[in-house]
């Protein structure tokens, strides 16, 4: 139920904001490209150690997981607990054996338990960059971090100027140090949301057609 009412409000929402645009290759590589060119070059060698990989990098990102469409809506399960633990056996269980076939069930062939698999939050992505509602943004679906201090709807339009300066705080956060909870959940945006097989990408290969 509760993840049928999110689809339904992201739906609300997105009907009631004007059309996005899809942006070309080549545009988003210039975006980039500007906001590189925003970063003090001795901030952080590790992220700015080859910038021309990284905007390739960050391009192909985008075209896999929005189509460099400025509009696009992504709903994303992501999983609150995955224990290998036994649930702890009431007394009443331990009496009679009444658990012993559940058990048995719950176990694997080589005779560990299952990992049991929590119901997991629903995350709503937006925009070009598919930026999270619990971290970036306030959607009002979930609690959020909203690191960029505004409402996710502002991401769905087609002015990426605001999804640009989202981007570019998270990586001045990221440069800064994060700590406790906003690291840990951008560790695990990027661990479910990232592209991995943009790392392969190289510069003048991908944007061999831009001038």
Not at 21 to 39: G, I, N, Q, S
Not at 84 to 110: I, P, Q, V, Y
Not at 151 to 158: I, K, T
Request: aromatic share 6%.
């Amino acid at each position: 139920m509760r993840v049928m009412l999110a689809k339904l409000a992201v739906l609300a929402m997105v009907a009631s904001i004007s059309d996005g645009v899809v942006l070309t290759k080549c545009d988003v590589r210039d975006h980039f490209e500007a906001l590189f060119k925003k970063l003090p070059s001795d901030s952080n060698p590790t992220l700015l150690f080859n910038v021309e990989k990284m905007i390739a990098i960050a391009t192909c990102h985008v075209e896999l997981a929005s189509g460099f469409n400025t509009s696009a809506v992504k709903q994303l399960t992501v999983p609150s607990d995955v224990s290998g633990h036994r649930r702890k056996r009431s007394s009443s269980e331990e009496d009679d054996g009444s658990s012993n076939s559940a058990e048995k069930k719950d176990r694997l062939k080589d005779g560990r338990s299952k990992p049991t698999r929590r119901p997991g939050d629903v995350w709503t992505l937006f925009g070009i960059f598919q930026l999270p509602d619990r971290v970036m943004c306030d959607s009002g679906l979930v609690p959020s971090l909203n690191i960029c201090q505004t409402d996710c709807s502002n991401f769905l339009d087609d002015d990426v100027d605001d999804d640009i300066a989202c981007v570019e705080e998270i990586i001045a956060k990221i440069m800064a140090g994060l700590h406790g909870e906003a690291k840990l959940l951008l560790k695990k945006v990027h661990s479910l949301v990232f592209q991995k097989e943009c790392l392969a990408v190289k510069y003048d290969d991908y944007f061999a057609g831009c001038p």
